[in-house]
């Protein structure tokens, strides 16, 4: 598979290879390489009573993994692989109300932490149970009511979440309340990271976004590179709805209408001062993706005010930008740009983290 290569100074730099976006063996790897490797946003507590389970599939149609989050008597919150150890019979089909889990197809049960619990006709098995026999236990992270596990254990949950959770540790997330009818999914004919890439910049705003550049300060755009995520700070104009900042605040005494997080390889955290939208971008396929929008009101009065306001038309905005782009990288006359110094830095970053993840 290609190489990578993205130059650490950003004056010097090329944009990543298309092939990137257009090769079969590159999407492949990114699942293990990127996404894999990676954490997720998954649930969210409040969806959970105690003696309780919800499965659901970890990125469909890509990772394609069978999950479980359960929620014991005592309140304990775990996620599970939701396949059976026996045969690998899917466990539970739908949200329920349960004290352990059995398998419909040859009776064996587990307990709502994923212990071995019982199996017919297994007596004259030798060696049997042994922890194999359990379900197996991802990862688990939680931050006020939202839930993120990872594949892997190589990595922990806070150098990805860490910087995000420590700028914004003044606000309520914990207060913080899922409204099913503000949220949508939009389906996306481009790569998911043309979609990531556009997200991570705001030097399109003036030229895409009439709308939002009337409610944002675009001289004071700023981007702050972490690790493993960065943050755009959408500053307002005089009169716009912006934030109460505390004096613990690092931003205390800026007008911030919103903070713009993105989490890698393909989460985003928007925070306006009526609540949090969250934007997952999900692969489903070299050239399309699906974006789930997430909403999660904190203050119903302060909608439809500032940067917060008209998130749809901004959405419709960004997705003829990234389809079009889609075609265009495709085209033999492209393989590479050149990054903006000033306005470029969060695709820089992201598409340095991809060639250092695919290159492993």
Known sequence: MQHFIIDEDIARAKTIATSFYTSGECYETSKEQLFAASWQLVGDADTLENNSVHPFTLLPGFLDEPLLLTKDRTGEIRCLSNVCTHRGNILAYAPCKVNQLKCKYHGRQFSLDGKFMSMPEFKEVENFPTTD????QLPLFKWGKLLF????????????????????SWFPVHEL??????????????????????????????????????ALDFGEYTTEIFRYSNLQLGIGKSGDECFDLPALSADYGKNVAAYYFWVFPNMMFNFYPWGLSVNIVEPTGISTCKVRFLSYVLDESKLGKGAGDGLDTVELEDEEIVENVQRGIRSRFYSHGRYSVTREQGPHHFHSLIAQFMNK
């Open 149 to 168: 596990t990872s594949l892997s254990r190589t990595m922990k949950a806070d150098a990805f979440l860490g910087e995000m959770m420590a700028r914004i």
């Open 177 to 214: 309340k899922y409204d099913a009818a503000k949220s949508k999914d939009y389906v996306v004919k481009a790569n998911w990271a043309l979609y990531c890439e556009n997200y991570l910049e705001g030097f399109h705003i003036p030229f895409v976004h009439a709308g939002l550049n009337e």
């Open 133 to 136: 026999d359990d379900l197996h």
